[in-house]
T-cell receptor, first 112, second 114 residues
């Protein structure tokens, strides 16, 4: 079946550097994408979303880029901080019964 | 306010026990969800309630029984669980806005089955 996946299971960055987390999706009909952050012992926390009619959306220190041609999604975190250390999931809303399809997750580790 | 609350935070139960997980949201959301998450894995959908009616059951064993008493509450009744059911159980809710429907998650209940 179709799924959303990630290229890198673990990303280690220096504090203050920018981080880029990538996600590949296979359902070309997907219309809405979400990035979640999950810290240890907590539930996934909504970070930012993007619709398929956009290719970029910015939040506070975070930017999501969508490339529909290659079915690729990325999350950019500017000036990464220790509090950004977590597992990041991309998710696709296929709008069929409100189902989210999650990618495998990337662990971001921030070195002081 | 995007808060979804879950109780208890931790639960340890034997295979013959009956217990319940509870979830509550006061955001006026009309869809609520149960997910199961194993360590180092993404959440897996179990059930979806839409307007207080069960709309999706992802082939979950009958030892898990969901209940939606009203639009703000969601329960998951547990009976005769197996050790492999040990996991983080997450509740989520959403507004049912169509394409841009965003799910907001609670902190989860960490379940251990002995």
């Amino acid at each position: 079946g179709e799924s959303v996946g990630l290229h890198l299971p673990t990303l280690s960055v220096q504090e203050g550097d920018n981080s880029i987390i990538n996600c590949a999706y296979s359902n070309s009909a997907s219309d809405y994408f979400i990035w979640y952050k999950q810290e240890s012992g907590k539930g996934p926390q909504f970070i930012i979303d993007i619709r398929s009619n956009m290719d970029k959306r910015q939040g506070q220190r975070v930017t999501v880029l969508l490339n529909k041609t290659v079915k690729h999604l990325s999350l950019q975190i500017a000036a990464t901080q220790p509090g950004d250390s977590a597992v990041y999931f991309c998710a696709e809303n296929n709008n069929a019964g409100n189902m989210l399809t999650f990618g495998g997750g990337t662990r971001l580790m921030v070195k002081p | 306010d995007t808060e979804v609350t879950q109780t208890p935070k931790h639960l340890v139960m034997g295979m013959t026990n009956k217990k319940s997980l509870k979830c509550e949201q006061h955001m006026g959301h009309r869809a609520m969800y149960w997910y199961k998450q194993k360590a180092k894995k993404p959440p897996e959908l179990m059930f979806v309630y839409s307007y207080e009616k069960l709309s999706i059951n992802e082939s979950v064993p009958s030892r898990f029984s969901p209940e939606c008493p009203n639009s703000s509450l969601l329960n998951l009744h547990l009976h005769a669980l197996q050790p492999e059911d040990s996991a983080l159980y997450l509740c989520a809710s959403s507004q049912r806005t169509g394409v841009t429907d965003t799910q907001y998650f609670g902190p989860g209940t960490r379940l251990t089955v002995l």
